[in-house]
């Protein structure tokens, strides 16, 4: 059984249909990896999963039960993590603060009783941001932010991990050092999908990727495979090469 199952779910704005009966799984242990051209419907999806948005037709489910209708903090409490394209940190609070009041919030009332410290900091060495602890929150860069957007994650020990576009504003060198990251947690058993158009992270770190167009689930698969698919390459670019020993550069095209 998939740790994550979104079975034929469809989402119309009015006379948009943003998400068109996308049926896709995710895993334990495992990075997936949510791809497509800008307005495909990712963000719709992950909405979806975690409750912001009702589907008009579907199901989701989730460590073997069905989520579909339960409310965004019981999805959270079951295990779900989520960050978001836009960063949601308190920009007057310190970097630890902001783990710290994210731990809280995940403990409930009884973990406000417990003295909050090392572990905190831990998960603040673990995503590579310590050094930046007291610094306040909107001082920080961007890549830092992103990274600090994870901690706060994290701090809510999740089963899988939905990270939109979690690697904007990060160098490249921090780019690697997130995706062994993103390895390590998943190699602890945790299950990660990811909606990212850097590419090269994307085809590096991912064990299995679906590709949206226009709100369909149109190739899934692992990544040698999703690089050569025919109708990746169309959706794309805007025309398929016969030619499937030429791989795409997606990095090239995607925005
Ligand atoms: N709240 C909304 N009201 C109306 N239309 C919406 C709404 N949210 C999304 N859409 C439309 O639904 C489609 C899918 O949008 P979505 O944001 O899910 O795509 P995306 O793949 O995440 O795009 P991007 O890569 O640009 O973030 C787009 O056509 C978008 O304009």
Redesign the pocket.
Known sequence: MPLLEVDDVVVR??G?T??DHASFAAEAGRITGLI??????????FNVITGLQRPQHGAVRFADRRITRLPVHRRARRGMGRTF?RLEAFGSLTVRDNVRVAQDIHRGPAGLLRPAGADVDALLDRVGILAYADERADSIPTGTARLLELARCLAGDPKLLLLDEPSSGLDESETAAFGALLAELAAEGRGIVM?E?DMALVMTVCDDIHV?DF?RVIASGPPALIRTDPEVQRAYLGYADDDVTQEIDLEQVA?
């Open positions: 704005f009015g948009v943003a998400v497509g051209p800008n307005g495909a419907g990712k963000t719709t999806c394209q909606v158009h949206l709100g925005p």
